[in-house]
């Protein structure tokens, strides 16, 4: 379908630059935020069916109030505390493709026309600050999921234990900051290569 | 060093470090970390950090930005944009700028259902750009009118910016949704006017299309009533309390996850929408988290609590201040991106307009700041230098100089300021909505 082909063409230097990717490790990184990112995803949309499923049950317990069958219908249990520590989760497990395909906003505005070495050296810094910063949010929520394993802490209806929402934060997070190592290395070498080898 | 010295300073140096490329959310992070440590200790640091992460990325209400995104992105796979763009064209395509102004019906129409601009910008660009190139549409009119025309992603609700501001100054979203709609449709016809009057000064920009059958108009008509059902589903079903802002999402994405498997969506599809919103979501996620650690660096410095008193109690007129407060944003949002503006300052400028009579009880009051604050950030996302609609237009139109993009969106900059001239004016118009529904 038609549709179908202009939207794959919005992402297609997205797909790009996942193969441009020439060494193995590149396309390793770039493999894995890719799955996660697919994670979080199927995640999301799991939510969203079980929201409307749940929509669905709440409408249909009155009705099965009245007809005794249809007792089995019902809201889903605990939907709420499934909802925040999965949608903790796929929020998170977005976090290493945005890293990778250099998602985040910056204010383009003094280094538009700048040369493709000056370019990668600021990337690189970007890329640099942001494993400093990734690595103490991973440091933190490791500390924040060790409390919680401490107490054994868990959701009040469903009797999830809470650290499993730190844990898969923390997760990807770690996975971003490992890629955006890469990323601050492959910059840092395309800073410094010779005119014209880029 | 005294502690707001210390928050200015760190204010200043952050958005420096902005200018300098870092990235926005990554800028803010740091600062609120750097005022932190030095305010406090690095145990407070990293204790605050423990829970503020975990929370930031779970809070319930923030849960709605990533499924309004995967509901977009649906939509546009189901063919949705095509179809509201053709309706929009046999309606109105015949007139002189017609396709312009289909181009924003279109725009409009594809709002409802998307909550983001950018996101608005790019889908309809896809399909209305080669369209109004083919038919001789100058440059400027062609990328100006996409530019302007994906603000109304954000202007008419669900808009994710309204999301945020709802968060910060404590309000109830589907209000805001409510209150939206009307300016939503002001922008729209603006910006129709705004085309109009442009090709009649030139008509050089815009030749004559031919004008479609009654038949191709009640088939193209037909195939948007999906996009009108999800809209009244999602927002009249979260104002009426039939499900919370999240279920809302929940059904809307879901109608459009259908729509678009009907359409004939399979895996890589599925995997196309996965992966713009998964950038998006992280992306805004990330600011959220910046701001929110900067924020509560700030409020423990105090700045904001005495920029707002300094603010609400300077003596002057409410309506100056408010006049005041608009310009900054259009000057700021010349510069910057409209959610870190609006994560940065709503908590210096909202307290204040609070403390400020304008004749309306708060709740009314917060509303009708809000979508003033929506529709003057919206700004900043056509205005040049830093415009990210324009930035992404322009990117797809390779043969048009990005000069010629400024140009073209001026009118559309012009409508905006006159609209938001005409709302500050008069409340009762974005109050309107939510009073023929109580």
Same mark, same amino acid.
């Given at each position: 379908m038609k549709n179908r082909e202009l939207a794959n063409g919005m992402t297609e230097s997205a797909q790009h630059r996942i193969r441009a990717q020439s060494d193995p490790l590149g396309r390793l990184f770039a493999w894995l935020a890719d799955a996660a990112a697919i994670a979080g995803g199927v995640i999301l949309t799991c939510m969203i069916v079980m929201t409307v499923a749940s929509i669905v049950g709440r409408a249909l317990a009155g009705l099965g109030n009245a007809i005794a069958v249809m007792r089995v219908f019902g809201p889903v249990p605990g939907d709420f505390e499934i909802m925040s520590m999965a949608g903790a989760v796929a929020v998170a497990a977005f976090m290493p493709l945005c890293q990778q395909q250099a998602g985040h906003v910056v204010v383009d505005l003094l280094f538009r026309d700048a040369g493709p070495r000056a370019r990668a050296a600021i990337s690189c810094i970007g890329h640099a600050l942001f494993v400093a910063v990734g690595a103490l949010i991973v440091r933190s929520v490791y500390g924040g999921m060790a409390d919680k394993l401490a107490y054994g802490e868990t959701t009040m209806l469903l009797r999830l234990p809470a650290w499993w929402g730190y844990a898969g934060v923390m997760g990807f997070f770690a996975l971003a900051v490992l890629i955006a190592l890469y990323l601050a290395a492959c910059d840092l070498r395309r800073a410094f290569a010779a005119t014209g080898s880029r | 060093m005294s502690a707001s010295i210390l928050g200015l300073t760190l204010f200043a140096a952050m958005l420096v470090a902005m200018f300098l490329r870092v990235p926005i959310g990554l800028a803010m992070f740091i600062a609120g970390a750097t005022g932190t440590l030095l305010l406090r200790s690095w145990s407070a640091l990293v204790g605050s950090l423990k829970s503020v992460v975990y929370d930031v990325y779970a809070t319930d209400s923030l849960a709605v930005i990533p499924i309004f995104l995967l509901m977009g992105n649906f939509a546009a796979q189901a063919g949705m944009s095509q179809a509201l763009y053709r309706m929009a064209q046999t309606l109105l %395509?015949? !007139? !002189? %700028?017609g396709l312009a102004i289909a181009t924003i019906g279109a725009c409009a129409g594809f709002g409802a259902i998307c909550g983001s601009s950018v996101a608005t910008a790019a889908t309809m660009g896809q399909v209305a750009l080669p369209e109004m190139r083919r038919a001789g549409y100058a440059g400027s009119l062609s990328t100006g009118t996409l530019a302007a025309g994906g603000t109304l992603g954000i202007l008419i609700p669900p808009s994710i910016v309204l999301v945020i501001y709802a968060i910060l100054a404590e309000q109830n979203i589907a209000k805001l949704f409510i209150a939206a709609f009307i300016p939503g449709v002001l922008a729209a016809l603006g910006y129709m006017a705004a085309i109009t009057i442009t090709v009649r000064r030139d008509p050089g920009l815009a030749p004559i299309t031919p004008r479609a059958s009654r038949t191709e108009i009640l088939a193209a008509t037909g195939a948007v009533w999906p996009v009108l059902l999800i809209f009244m589903l999602v927002i009249g079903g979260m104002y009426a309390g039939l499900f919370t802002p999240t279920e809302g999402a929940a059904v809307g994405a879901f109608g459009t996850l259908l729509l678009a498997l009907g359409a004939g969506m399979r895996i890589t599809g599925f995997l196309v929408c996965v992966r713009q919103t998964a950038i998006a979501t992280a992306m805004i996620f990330f600011i959220v988290l910046g701001a929110q650690l900067f924020n509560t660096f700030m409020a423990f410095t105090q700045v904001p609590q005495l920029v707002a008193n300094a603010i609400a109690g300077s003596g002057l007129n409410p309506w100056l201040i408010l006049t005041l407060i608009l310009l900054a944003y259009l000057v700021l949002g010349c510069l910057m991106d409209s959610l870190s503006m609006i994560l940065l300052t709503i908590p210096i400028f909202f307290p204040a307009i609070m403390k400020l009579d304008f004749g309306l009880a708060p709740e009314p009051a917060a509303i009708w700041f809000g979508i003033l604050v929506l529709i003057v950030v919206e700004v900043g996302l056509i205005?040049?230098?830093?415009g990210m609609n324009l930035f992404v237009i322009n990117a797809m139109a390779h043969d048009v100089p990005m000069l010629q993009t400024y140009r073209g969106v001026l009118p559309f900059v012009v409508t905006d300021i006159i609209r938001t001239i005409v709302l500050v004016a008069f409340p009762g118009i974005t109050l309107l909505a939510l009073r023929l529904l109580e």
């Open positions: - | %395509g015949h !007139r !002189r %700028g205005t040049p230098p830093v």
